[in-house]
């Protein structure tokens, strides 16, 4: 599919990460306004709440769009979204009537002036470990190479619950987290702020549509369920987590943030990037056979500005297609046992890295657990993020003369509190 012509001209650009084809969702403020609901165009915000813009958008009920957030707008299923997605491609295709785009103008909101917020509800959120290299990588670091993968990595996607108190919107600071922490050196744990925090190049899958308790669905019905996907940063005490996850898995280390980036990508914008995922090793169960192509080619990086540096750094670059389950998988899986999904529910893809040093989606891997630190633009070495460091999360996929861009996923690391509980 080629660029489809917009009237709002910065949309036509081949860089602009926001073109017609894609019309991402998000939940936008201006001025101290209360936040409401809007559509990426280029440039510009659409305002979907206003009055010019619902005269225009038959069968959608004013009241979807009360609450700033699309959660309402999911349930009304996949057929009102596909219906909605046409109505926006014709009143902002170039070929709108002079007297629609007067109408709709009047409602656009420069980007650059407006202030960013959650744009869902996340009800529930789930963190997959879905990438091979980083649990090739991880594995080798603390089991050795030829125990790298557990024995049921090949044969099932593997997960732990998270809190969904934890998601925030790019842009939101993170604060270094205190924990008890036991190196190896130590006799006993003690309580310290996190001296290895990292950081998790992820993608978030959200849950348009709800599954009924008890029954499981299948991977086409999984896929059918999905209404878009978000850049995920899974914010990771590596120390806290090495003293904690044994026997039940990360807690804690796990919990002090998730940023996501501020645009909804429908899947329907992501269709014409569909490929397969890789050659399994292992025959998956019936259940997890995909009826076609699940994943994405989707470019991602990840950059990283020094406090009172001028220029970020690129410290990795792989690609969403490097998974090895898809998210259509995770959610049928996720369902097997008769657990009910929810709209809102968010899932983490798990760390994308690909098979090169420079492809890691974490520091764990760049650095290979502290041995090997490695240089910024500025000279300075890294292991792991020190304090006022700024995590930047890209993605596009590069189409037939456009751009489908997520908008970027951005957190800055504060300083730890002082001792929270010193009296």
Same mark, same amino acid.
Request: net charge negative; charged share 20%.
């Given at each position: 599919?080629?660029?489809?012509?917009?009237?709002?001209?910065?949309?036509?650009?081949?860089?602009?990460?926001?073109?017609?084809?894609?019309?991402?969702?998000?939940?936008?403020?201006?001025?101290?306004?209360?936040?409401?609901?809007?559509?990426?165009?280029?440039?510009?915000?659409?305002?979907?709440?206003?009055?010019?813009?619902?005269?225009?958008?038959?069968?959608?009920?004013?009241?979807?769009?009360?609450?700033?957030?699309?959660?309402?707008?999911?349930?009304?299923?996949?057929?009102?979204?596909?219906?909605?997605?046409?109505?926006?491609?014709?009143?902002?295709?170039?070929?709108?009537?002079?007297?629609?785009?007067?109408?709709?103008?009047?409602?656009?909101?420069?980007?650059?002036?407006?202030?960013?917020?959650?744009?869902?509800?996340?009800?529930?959120?789930?963190?997959?470990?879905?990438?091979?290299?980083?649990?090739?990588?991880?594995?080798?670091?603390?089991?050795?190479?030829?125990?790298?993968?557990?024995?049921?990595?090949?044969?099932?996607?593997?997960?732990?619950?998270?809190?969904?108190?934890?998601?925030?919107?790019?842009?939101?600071?993170?604060?270094?987290?205190?924990?008890?922490?036991?190196?190896?050196?130590?006799?006993?744990?003690?309580?310290?702020?996190?001296?290895?925090?990292?950081?998790?190049?992820?993608?978030?899958?959200?849950?348009?549509?709800?599954?009924?308790?008890?029954?499981?669905?299948?991977?086409?019905?999984?896929?059918?369920?999905?209404?878009?996907?978000?850049?995920?940063?899974?914010?990771?005490?590596?120390?806290?987590?090495?003293?904690?996850?044994?026997?039940?898995?990360?807690?804690?280390?796990?919990?002090?943030?998730?940023?996501?980036?501020?645009?909804?990508?429908?899947?329907?914008?992501?269709?014409?990037?569909?490929?397969?995922?890789?050659?399994?090793?292992?025959? /998956?169960? $019936?259940?997890?056979?995909?009826? !076609?192509?699940?994943?994405?080619?989707? #470019?991602?990086?990840?950059?990283? *500005? =020094?406090?009172?540096?001028?220029?970020?750094?690129?410290?990795?670059?792989?690609?969403?297609?490097?998974?090895?389950?898809?998210?259509?998988?995770?959610?049928?899986?996720?369902?097997?046992?008769?657990?009910?999904?929810?709209?809102?529910?968010?899932?983490?893809?798990?760390?994308?890295?690909?098979?090169?040093?420079?492809?890691?989606?974490?520091?764990?891997?760049?650095?290979?657990?502290?041995?090997?630190?490695?240089?910024?633009?500025?000279?300075?070495?890294?292991?792991?993020?020190?304090?006022?460091?700024?995590?930047? /999360?890209? $993605?596009?996929?590069?189409?037939? !003369?456009?751009?489908?861009?997520?908008? #970027?996923?951005?957190?800055?690391? *504060? =300083?730890?509190?002082?001792?929270?509980?010193?009296?």
């Amino acid at each position: 599919m080629p660029l489809l012509k917009s009237w709002v001209e910065s949309a036509n650009s081949a860089q602009s990460p926001f073109p017609l084809n894609n019309l991402p969702y998000g939940v936008f403020s201006t001025n101290g306004q209360i936040p409401r609901c809007g559509v990426a165009i280029g440039d510009m915000i659409l305002d979907v709440t206003s009055p010019e813009f619902q005269k225009l958008a038959s069968g959608i009920s004013n009241s979807v769009f009360a609450e700033p957030t699309w959660n309402a707008f999911m349930k009304l299923g996949s057929k009102t979204w596909d219906a909605f997605r046409t109505t926006l491609q014709d009143i902002l295709g170039e070929s709108t009537s002079a007297d629609v785009q007067a109408k709709l103008a009047d409602v656009l909101v420069s980007q650059a002036s407006a202030t960013m917020h959650m744009p869902f509800d996340v009800v529930e959120y789930t963190d997959f470990y879905s990438g091979r290299h980083h649990a090739t990588n991880v594995g080798t670091m603390f089991r050795g190479a030829e125990n790298a993968l557990p024995p049921n990595w090949l044969h099932l996607p593997i997960a732990y619950n998270g809190r969904a108190s934890s998601i925030v919107v790019s842009g939101t600071e993170v604060r270094r987290p205190w924990g008890q922490l036991k190196p190896p050196t130590a006799e006993t744990p003690f309580f310290a702020p996190c001296k290895r925090f990292d950081i998790e190049l992820e993608f978030g899958t959200i849950v348009g549509q709800a599954s009924t308790m008890g029954e499981p669905v299948s991977v086409q019905e999984a896929d059918d369920m999905i209404f878009g996907y978000v850049l995920l940063n899974d914010w990771s005490a590596r120390d806290i987590q090495a003293w904690e996850y044994q026997p039940l898995g990360p807690f804690q280390a796990k919990a002090t943030a998730t940023t996501i980036s501020p645009w909804i990508v429908t899947k329907a914008a992501l269709e014409p990037f569909r490929t397969s995922t890789p050659e399994r090793e292992f025959l /998956l169960l $019936a259940y997890l056979e995909e009826p !076609g192509p699940m994943l994405y080619d989707i #470019d991602l990086e990840v950059s990283l *500005l =020094p406090d009172g540096g001028n220029k970020a750094s690129t410290i990795a670059q792989t690609n969403y297609n490097e998974l090895y389950y898809s998210a259509a998988q995770q959610l049928a899986h996720h369902t097997t046992s008769g657990c009910a999904m929810r709209v809102g529910d968010l899932l983490g893809s798990g760390t994308i890295s690909g098979p090169e040093k420079n492809n890691r989606g974490s520091l764990l891997e760049l650095s290979w657990g502290g041995k090997e630190p490695f240089k910024l633009e500025s000279g300075e070495e890294r292991s792991f993020i020190e304090d006022n460091d700024t995590l930047t /999360l890209s $993605a596009h996929c590069a189409g037939d !003369g456009y751009t489908i861009g997520f908008g #970027d996923c951005v957190g800055k690391v *504060l =300083p730890a509190l002082d001792d929270p509980y010193k009296r």
